[in-house]
């Protein structure tokens, strides 16, 4: 008898005290990131870590202070950017804001995304340099509005030309140009008002 009154005591002692220890597992622990490593450049394009004699290859990461998220990533090959530069949105860190696609330390694709998760602009890319810039879009651009609808399109040639199809509407969605160009010289058809073929 005494045994089966102990019994439901101890199923209820061993649930209180369960039941006490909920909210203490339901807090997270935010993990202990470390942005880094801290890179320098030198040479022109090619990065170090202070001090270091040998140029970086890996992986550099940047963290929220925050939430500890992960906020940007860029990957290195013997000191070049290589493969992915990735970044998100600080308010949204499951939402991705830009991509790059490095080559040997040149750009060569670049994907930005609108805070819901649209894509906003795609762009083919090489180097800038000779135009005073990073970099210029060589081959196919598009943006898109907020909403998805197509906001851009164009072709570049290798002087950062339109060259084919163009498609253009300002940002409150009038149709600016919907014409032909072959290598920056006007060909036909529509173009805003003021332009002078």
Aim: some cysteine.
């Amino acid at each position: 008898m005494t045994c089966k009154n102990s019994l439901p005591k101890t199923i209820v002692l061993v649930l209180a005290s369960l039941l006490a220890l909920l909210p203490a597992c339901s807090k997270k622990e935010l993990p202990s990131v470390r942005s880094g490593p801290k890179l320098e450049k030198r040479e022109g394009k090619v990065h170090f870590e202070p001090g270091a004699t040998e140029p970086f290859t890996g992986v550099q990461r940047g963290y929220e202070k925050e939430s500890r998220m992960l906020n940007h990533e860029c990957h290195y090959e013997k000191g070049l950017k290589h493969g992915w530069e990735r970044r998100w949105f600080s308010d949204n860190p499951q939402q991705m804001s830009s991509q790059i696609l490095w080559v040997q330390g040149e750009r060569a694709f670049f994907f930005q995304w609108w805070p819901n998760g649209n894509l906003k602009q795609l762009a083919s890319q090489h180097d800038g340099s000779a135009f005073g810039k990073d970099a210029m879009a060589q081959g196919a651009y598009v943006k898109w509005f907020e909403d998805g609808r197509i906001k851009f399109r164009a072709h570049y040639d290798e002087n950062f030309r339109w060259h084919g199809k163009v498609l253009d509407y300002d940002d409150s969605g009038t149709l600016m140009w919907d014409c032909d160009f072959n290598h920056g010289v006007y060909v036909k058809g529509h173009h805003p008002p003021d332009y002078k073929p």
